[in-house]
């Protein structure tokens, strides 16, 4: 580093707060401050204008209906198409540009560039054999794909046809893929023969077959996409009864034209299953027209999305981010929206980088699980490229420390970018507290206040505001149109896991009715609002939401565990990490054969990504003279920190114990 460099640094550390960089400012999306008030003086209707930006087949009646709540309903009355949304309507004016730039992991061999024309064309091909097999409106289709075209395709022409889709992550095992197809009784499947992780190809369709044969209910068909070619020819995968190659039920259907079916505004677009507290996941139900409206409106606020330019989200679209602001709100923008099929450090750590400069990204949507990790490797390899082109930075899935931001602001963003640290859930459907980019100072490590027209506050246990500075549970006040509607074919528990705790559940008026998402949080005097982390026993791993109760009945299923508890401990890449303490049947220590099989048994439940960090064998848990186990001193332990209160436990000395094997 030369004296200036040193110098930058050392002023970007002790900064606090940043302004929108004003060649940004003055061509953002929205620029007025007024914004805020006006929702609040016109909320509900302050919506209409999210609305607006989608076409309606019938015009809604009422903005929000609120006569039941938490049973909230948005746009009533209105119809309209998702996929006619985000293709049909765009061809006459971007029917040539890109709507979708793809690139494979193997370096420029086989990218692929879809103009609005392509991409309408395969989808109603693909609408067309989906009805064909059976699919009617409201017939819930599983697709369980990695990073293909394929996947947005499969998305479309399931709205085109009014049939929900639920996707579930390529890196999910295939018993979860069972779990979430047995949950939504869902009798079709798209998938695909495999992918590329690291230069090499990675046999998908085994895991699919396999989850195929826990599945309860019959699966009527099975759509396979063939990504690899010839490279996968190895696998030896012979197409069974009721599977069908995807290029061929495209070319049977060359042509087709599907008229897009007209939904109700709240018809289910979508189901996603994510993690909760209970080892089942839960159905996330997002509709057709509040959803929709939702994502538009954000990319469109936060994410400054015009249609000309090119922006880049690198999250997978198997989460909620990839479908809200890769597929969903940028298509109904009318934007060109990029894939990468890969991670950053393939063939090198600059490959990021390298993408941003061929396709001049104009925008970069990323998580700070990622940013560390970039940081950790260095600025080399951002130095090697051209990153001109990027107009906004954004961050999303946990909280990001001012470190990483102001390493991100300035390496990334060369101090031109603004930066958006986005808080929001797969239940909210899309962004709810973050700065709009052309107005609001920004302050790293904080998310920001809430959108205009959100009404977020801080709270206490007994649903009364905090003081600023002071951390507090993080609530919704009102409902926004992006909100989910219910869990999947369980009313009961999502009013029992979203609004149970600070609701008053006998009232019919809204005004009594709260939303919880289960996040701790402190806000300034500004308004600025900190997100400090999950408060039930979910953890965040890289961004990714894990159930500690889904990892533990994993690990009880493991032939010789009596008893596991798992918690999240600090990792300075990840966010958090697995640390799973586990007592053994014969009560004491398991060894490096059982640590295997216990790793090997939460990967088949629910995939890599909740692989244990640590195991660790005790003879007991700590526990309250209720039996509880305190989880928070498990914490404590997995991040050398000083031990809590222990006067409250059954078995204080045990906690020694364990501490001793953590360090070992
Ligand atoms: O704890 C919050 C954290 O991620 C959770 C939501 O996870 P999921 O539904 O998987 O959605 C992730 C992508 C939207 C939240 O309850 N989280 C998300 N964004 C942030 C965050 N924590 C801090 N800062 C954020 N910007």
């Given amino acids: 580093m030369g004296d200036d460099d040193v110098e930058l640094e050392a002023r970007l550390a002790e900064q606090d707060v940043f302004e929108p960089p004003s060649a940004f400012a003055e061509q953002a999306n929205v620029a007025d401050e007024a914004i805020y008030e006006e929702f609040e003086e016109n909320w509900p209707d302050c919506w209409t204008g999210a609305a607006d930006l989608l076409q309606w087949d019938r015009e809604y009646d009422t903005v929000l209906d609120d006569s039941n709540p938490p049973f909230y309903e948005w746009f009533t009355g209105g119809e309209l198409n998702a996929s006619a949304n985000c293709l049909d309507r765009h061809l006459d004016d971007r029917g040539d540009e890109a709507a979708i730039e793809w690139i494979g992991e193997p370096v420029d061999e086989d990218d692929r560039t879809y103009t609005y024309a392509e991409l309408h064309r395969e989808v109603n091909e693909f609408a067309a054999a989906l009805r064909d097999l059976g699919v009617g409106a409201d017939d819930v289709v599983t697709l369980y794909m990695p990073m293909v075209p394929e996947l947005p395709i499969a998305m479309l022409a399931c709205a085109r046809i009014g049939a929900p889709h639920s996707v579930v992550f390529a890196g999910f095992s295939a018993e979860a893929l069972a779990t979430r197809m047995n949950a939504a009784d869902s009798e079709y499947l798209v998938t695909c023969d495999g992918y590329y992780r690291r230069g090499d190809p990675?046999?998908?369709?085994?895991?699919?077959?396999?989850?195929?044969?826990?599945?309860?209910?019959?699966?009527?068909?099975?759509?396979?996409?063939?990504?690899?070619?010839?490279?996968?020819?190895?696998?030896?995968?012979?197409?069974?009864?009721?599977?069908?190659?995807?290029?061929?039920?495209?070319?049977?259907?060359?042509?087709?034209?599907?008229?897009?079916?007209?939904?109700?505004?709240?018809?289910?677009?979508?189901?996603?299953y994510t993690s909760g507290t209970t080892g089942q996941p839960k159905g996330v139900k997002h509709t057709t027209g509040g959803y929709l409206a939702w994502a538009a409106w954000t990319s469109q606020a936060v994410l400054d999305i015009e249609p000309e330019d090119t922006?880049?989200?690198?999250?997978?679209?198997?989460?909620?981010?990839?479908?809200?602001?890769?597929?969903?709100?940028?298509?109904?923008?009318?934007?060109?929206?990029?894939?990468?099929?890969?991670?950053?450090?393939?063939?090198?750590?600059?490959?990021?980088?390298?993408?941003?400069?061929?396709?001049?990204?104009?925008?970069?949507?990323?998580?700070?699980?990622?940013?560390?990790?970039?940081?950790?490797?260095?600025?080399?390899?951002?130095?090697r490229h051209d990153l001109s082109s990027l107009r906004l930075l954004g961050t999303v899935g946990e909280p990001i420390n001012p470190r990483a931001w102001k390493w991100y602001y300035r390496h990334i963003g060369n101090e031109e970018c603004p930066i958006v640290d986005t808080w929001w859930q797969t239940e909210t459907g899309g962004m709810m507290v973050t700065t709009l980019p052309g107005i609001k100072s920004m302050k790293p490590g904080s998310a920001g206040p809430p959108l205009p027209g959100v009404d977020v506050q801080i709270v206490d246990t007994n649903g009364d505001e905090v003081e600023a500075g002071r951390a507090g549970y993080l609530t919704v006040q009102k409902p926004w149109p992006g909100m989910l509607r219910t869990l999947y074919d369980n009313d009961e528990r999502y009013v029992e896991e979203y609004w149970a705790e600070y609701s008053d559940t006998d009232s019919d008026d809204p005004d009594d009715w709260v939303y919880f998402p289960e996040d701790g949080a402190k806000i300034d005097e500004d308004g600025y609002i900190t997100v400090l982390g999950r408060v039930d026993d979910v953890i965040n791993v890289s961004g990714h939401r894990l159930g500690t109760m889904e990892i533990e009945s994993a690990i009880v299923g493991v032939e010789g565990?009596?008893?596991?508890?798992?918690?999240?401990?600090?990792?300075?890449?990840?966010?958090?990490?697995?640390?799973?303490?586990?007592?053994?049947?014969?009560?004491?220590?398991?060894?490096?054969?059982?640590?295997?099989?216990?790793?090997?048994?939460?990967?088949?439940?629910?995939?890599?990504?909740?692989?244990?960090?640590?195991?660790?064998?005790?003879?007991?848990?700590?526990?309250?003279?209720?039996?509880?186990?305190?989880?928070?001193?498990?914490?404590?332990?997995?991040?050398?920190?000083?031990?809590g209160d222990t006067s409250t436990l059954r078995n204080p000395e045990i906690v020694e114990e364990i501490r001793a094997s953590v360090q070992d």
């Avoid at 019959?218 to 069908?244: A, I, M, T, W, Y």
């Avoid at 007592?583 to 048994?601: F, K, L, N, P, S």
């Fill in 202 to 272: 990675l046999d998908h369709l085994r895991k699919a077959n396999e989850g195929l044969d826990a599945v309860e209910h019959p699966v009527s068909d099975v759509v396979v996409v063939d990504r690899l070619g010839p490279n996968g020819d190895d696998f030896g995968h012979d197409l069974g009864e009721g599977q069908h190659d995807y290029d061929d039920l495209v070319a049977a259907h060359a042509g087709a034209d599907v008229e897009p079916v007209a939904r109700d505004a709240e018809d289910m677009l979508f189901l996603m």
């Fill in 311 to 383: 922006y880049f989200c690198s999250a997978d679209i198997g989460w909620i981010t990839g479908h809200s602001y890769i597929v969903y709100g940028p298509l109904a923008l009318g934007t060109t929206t990029m894939m990468y099929e890969g991670t950053p450090d393939h063939p090198d750590r600059d490959r990021l980088w390298q993408i941003v400069e061929e396709y001049e990204a104009t925008q970069l949507y990323t998580a700070p699980t990622a940013i560390r990790a970039f940081m950790k490797w260095g600025t080399e390899y951002p130095d």
């Fill in 561 to 643: 565990v009596a008893e596991a508890a798992v918690v999240g401990g600090d990792h300075p890449v990840k966010g958090e990490a697995v640390y799973a303490y586990v007592i053994t049947e014969d009560g004491y220590d398991g060894d490096d054969e059982m640590r295997d099989r216990i790793v090997a048994g939460v990967e088949d439940a629910i995939g890599p990504i909740a692989r244990p960090q640590q195991v660790i064998f005790t003879p007991e848990l700590p526990k309250t003279r209720s039996g509880k186990i305190m989880r928070r001193l498990l914490e404590d332990i997995a991040n050398g920190d000083a031990l």
